[in-house]
């Protein structure tokens, strides 16, 4: 069983920063993929990105430029940070750890980007 546990949500304004961590329970070195949802009032949960085969990243249209995830696989951490923040970024971010047979979920930090 792996434990996601998120950190790094909060409240900021409209063109500020945020950078949410994930840290896994057990080593990530070994986990294909890794990455990070959202999901906004009334929506569906979306990918925001993702991390396969260790090094390539993938990114929503809407982040590329914006947001960039990495992973330190020496503190079991995945990271996203996110800047240029925008009101429609609000939403609770969940990470995930894929293996070839499940899928891991952390349970969601809330991001509130206000106008």
């Known amino acids: 069983q792996v434990q996601l546990v998120e950190s790094g949500g909060g409240l900021v304004q409209a063109g500020g920063s945020l950078r949410l961590s994930c840290a896994a329970s057990i080593s990530i070195v070994g986990i294909n993929g890794v990455g990070w949802y959202r999901q906004a009032p009334g929506k569906q949960r979306e990918l925001v990105a993702r991390i396969i085969s260790g090094t390539i990243t993938a990114y929503a249209d809407s982040m590329k430029g914006r947001f960039t995830i990495s992973r330190d696989n020496a503190k079991n951490t995945v990271f996203l940070q996110m800047n240029s923040l925008k009101p429609e970024d609000t939403g609770v971010y969940y990470c995930?750890?894929?293996?070839?047979?499940?899928?891991?979920w952390g349970q969601g930090t809330q991001v509130t980007v206000s106008s």
């Open positions: 995930y750890a894929s293996t070839r047979s499940l899928t891991y």
